[in-house]
């Protein structure tokens, strides 16, 4: 399955984007209201300056307290971003997801976003996928 086929499921939901001088508090209580785990902090919407996680705030505030959520996002925000494209597919993806330890990935083309995936939606794919392998062996053995 491709990641494009994966983005088609989930309809279009866009990519939630917050400005760069958002601060880290008004980043948790967007993730909170939205029941997401990542934003891209963007300038235009379009690019990706970079992510930030619900595990990147909860680390922070573990290291170093509640002052870190009057703080500008760009100050815990991963700015080396780990992106993919439509084209690719599952296991190339979630390989990369699982060697970098992170659940949230763009889907970037052409310096544009154009979609954001969550480790969640890869397994569910593949899963799907093998579902899909399943029956047709069975169908092959079983000759239908």
């Known amino acids: 399955m491709l990641v494009q086929q994966i983005l088609a499921s989930k309809g279009d939901l866009g990519v939630i984007t917050v400005a760069p001088g958002t601060t880290v508090q008004e980043v948790a209580e967007l993730l909170s209201a939205k029941r997401i785990g990542a934003v891209i902090v963007s300038s235009d919407g379009k690019s990706a300056r970079g992510i930030v996680s619900e595990r990147d705030i909860v ?11 009057s703080e500008p996002v760009e100050s815990l925000m991963t700015a080396k971003i ?4 439509r084209t690719e597919g599952t296991d190339a993806v979630l390989g990369r997801m699982t060697d970098g330890r992170f659940r949230h990935m763009p889907v970037i083309e052409e310096g544009q976003m154009v ?8 397994v569910k794919a593949r899963l799907m996928e093998l579902a899909a392998e399943k ?3 069975e169908g092959m053995i079983k000759g239908f």
């Open 59 to 69: 680390r922070e505030l573990g290291r170093r307290g509640a002052a870190c959520l």
């Open 82 to 85: 780990i992106h993919c494209t």
């Open 115 to 122: 979609g954001l995936i969550s480790i969640g939606d890869v």
């Open 135 to 137: 029956e047709a062996l």
